[in-house]
């Protein structure tokens, strides 16, 4: 069974670093494309970072690029996504998801986790 398990998330102030993981079982990283989304209250969902199944191809939303960071280690099944110089509007929760053939930040992704919930705030 394909499962999605998020951590890392919690309280981080503005300004600061957070580091989530997503932790893949029932399948290998080198099958499926992964995704991280997010949402906020009384927000559309916003796609946040992607990364291919071999790992060439990231991608990142205007919102985050330049200061989040999405990486994976295969031999773990687990997956990134380094959060610095976080904003408020960062704050959400937090889905890593997986796909077997699509790659996007606007695509509906076939595999999703529960979820992590990231605060920032001071």
């Known amino acids: 069974q394909l499962q999605l398990e998020e951590s890392g998330g919690g309280l981080v102030q503005p300004g600061g670093s957070l580091r989530l993981s997503c932790a893949a079982s029932?399948?290998?990283?080198?099958?499926?494309?992964i995704g991280w989304f997010r949402q906020a209250p009384g927000k559309e969902r916003e796609g946040v970072a992607c990364?291919?199944?071999?790992?060439?191809?990231?991608y990142y939303g205007d919102t985050v690029r330049g200061r989040f960071t999405i990486s994976k280690d295969n031999g773990k099944n687990t997956v990134y996504l380094q959060m610095n110089s976080t904003k408020p509007e960062d704050a959400g929760v937090y889905y890593c998801?997986?796909?077997?053939?699509?790659?996007?930040?606007?695509?509906?992704?076939?595999?999703w986790g529960q979820g992590t919930q990231v605060t920032v705030s001071s």
């Open positions: 998801t997986a796909d077997r053939w699509r790659l996007g930040l606007l695509i509906q992704y076939e595999h």
């Open positions: 029932g399948f290998t990283l080198e099958e499926y494309n």
């Open positions: 990364i291919s199944k071999n790992g060439a191809e990231k």
